[in-house]
Every structure is written in structure tokens, then in C-alpha cells.
């Protein structure tokens, strides 16, 4: 059952999950732009 959650909390909370799945897509697209930039010059 979901809990009954006000407006306000129920958007801060979509509000933070949305700001730490683009951390996260950040993070990994930097990644991966790094290992395919700089893989060439590691080898």
C-alpha cells in the first residue's frame, strides 16, 4: 500500500531521485567518454 504522502513531499521526493539519476547518467557518460578517448593512449 502506498503511504499517503502530501503534494509537497511527494514532489521533493520525485524531485531528488530525478537529481540522482542524472548524477548518476552523468557520471557514466563522463566514463565512458573517457575510456574512449583516452583508451587509444592507455594501450
Known sequence: MAKDLSRE???????KVFMW???IIA???VA???VFILGPFWS
Open 9 to 15: 513531499e511527494e514532489k521533493r521526493g520525485t524531485g
Open 21 to 23: 539519476g542524472a548524477v
Open 27 to 29: 557520471v557514466l557518460f
Open 32 to 34: 565512458l567518454m573517457a
